[in-house]
């Protein structure tokens, strides 16, 4: 266990104290900022300046609206137009004179739903200046126990002009935690397990691997390379996820995207916990197939056929939103490479029972388990073949005569 962990801080130690590690590390962050700061801009230039329609079914506004006191740097102010009819609305709306409309019910006191028609999906920056608008003129009028309720903001239902699209609005902020899950797998695959990968497939050419193994087994040598990578691989979670916390603290309140974001924190453990497995057992497999492999170009092709499968959740994204509970979707759920990406979405959308979470889990954990073990041996069989591949197969083979 001590050569285990012997290997694993100097598998640290060995990625982290290199300068190109920091930089492709801070690298992604300042790339993201840069991009979040130009689709700001660029959203804010090209955002419509038309006034936003109202109907006031409930007969609540009966003042003048007040708006916000001034533009902000991303939210420019929106002028709101009373209508006294739905019709009358739709029509300014298709003439081109207003961007859109909402319809306060007449059950708005009990219900705080609102009926949102558009051209163009609701913004954040628009939904703030429509609960602004509702806060301050319809608080007057609301009976006292009511108005905490309205105080923390309505439920929209957005329905398009032509009538074929129409969802709650809530339900958009949804797909952020399988994306950032999805994107931390997908990131911390390809950099810490590529490492592994190239490293094994260099220490096997230039056979520095014949020199570690007579200090430490093959199965210790391989576990102590996945816990270091391992470790690499949350290192770059960890800072990601304080300068991430740095910038929302920092520019939370100034950016509506920022400032509008809902998390299910609950959702984003349990994807977390997805990962830890999910990254050793991915690991573990780059690090069984580069074993198997005589050079580095050999190794891109492996790095291709294990990034396929991550990504299928991703193809068939509108499919596991639609239908989370589908065979389809669980399949992809139980498969080991695209489980964390296609759980986290379904945990999105659906409540998925707590036994199949477990399940998942579980499983993960032992393929885990199987596939270090696999690759130790694998690392065993290629020293004895440097010039030639080992198979797959021969791998099996053996431990089956072996067990």
Known sequence: MNKTFEVARYEYTHHVARPRF????????IGIVLVIFISVVVSFSSMSKLPIGYVDEANLISQAFVGPQKPSLFEPVIPMLPFSSAEEARAAAERGDIQAYFIIPKAYESTFQVKYYFNEPLTSTIRRQIQQFLTKNLLVGINVP???????????????LDGTRSTAENEIAKIVV???????????????????LQAVVEEKENRTIEIMVTSTSPNELMAGKIIGNLSVGLTQILVWALLAAALVLALGD??????????????????????LPS????AALMA????TVTD????AQVTGLITFPIMIPYYFFSVLMMHPNGAFSRALSYFPLSAPVAMSVRMAFTQVPAWELALVIVMLMLFSVLTVWLA???????????????????????EARRG
């Open 178 to 196: 399988p994306l950032v899950v999805g994107l931390l797998f997908v990131i911390v695959v390809l950099s810490s397990g590529g490492y592994l």
């Open 288 to 291: 069984m197939l580069g074993a």
């Open 296 to 299: 580095s170009q050999e190794a």
């Open 22 to 29: 920091w930089i492709a590390l801070l690298s992604l962050p």
């Open 254 to 275: 100034r950016v509506p995207f920022l400032r509008d974001m809902h998390i299910s924190w609950t959702n984003m453990g349990l994807s977390l916990l997805l990962l």
């Open 376 to 398: 130790g041996k694998a690392f065993r069989m290629g020293m004895l073949q440097y010039s030639k591949r080992v198979r797959l197969s021969q791998i099996f083979k053996k």
């Open 146 to 160: 009511n108005r905490a309720r309205a105080d923390a903001g309505s439920q929209y239902t957005l329905v398009s």
């Open 279 to 282: 990254f050793v057992f991915t």
